[in-house]
């Protein structure tokens, strides 16, 4: 397992009730690395959390990881069979929906050498 897909995979086993149903594949494009992660519907919340503020730190923790290895490494979260929408997570409302398909700014980091 490459070290990004790890990563990925260690830290939302960290933060699931159910880690044993965390699932993660690696494919490689044109674009870059893309890593599809999978989780139980009831950890969904946990996973995307407040106004998609965990997920979207997740990303961009991610995006160093890439930059590190000279690669540009993004996220998708599959939304589990039997999910029950945006906003309707353990965590609250409050998604909306909206903010998933937001960009997220990473020029912060997007010039690191690491």
Known sequence: M???QKF???VVKAIVNNPQD??????????GVLITLDVSPSDMGYV??????TARSLRTLLKIVGAK????VNLKIN???GGR?????PMG?????????QPIDTSAVDSLNI
């Open 93 to 101: 409302g409050g998604m909306g929906g909206s903010m998933m398909n």
């Open 69 to 72: 290895n000279n690669a540009r």
């Open 48 to 53: 995307i959390g407040r106004q998609g503020q």
């Open 22 to 31: 965390v699932k993660t594949t690696r494919t490689i494009d044109e674009r």
């Open 8 to 10: 990925v995979e260690d």
């Open 79 to 81: 939304e589990p069979v």
């Open 2 to 4: 490459e070290a990004d």
């Open 85 to 89: 929408g945006p906003g309707h997570g």
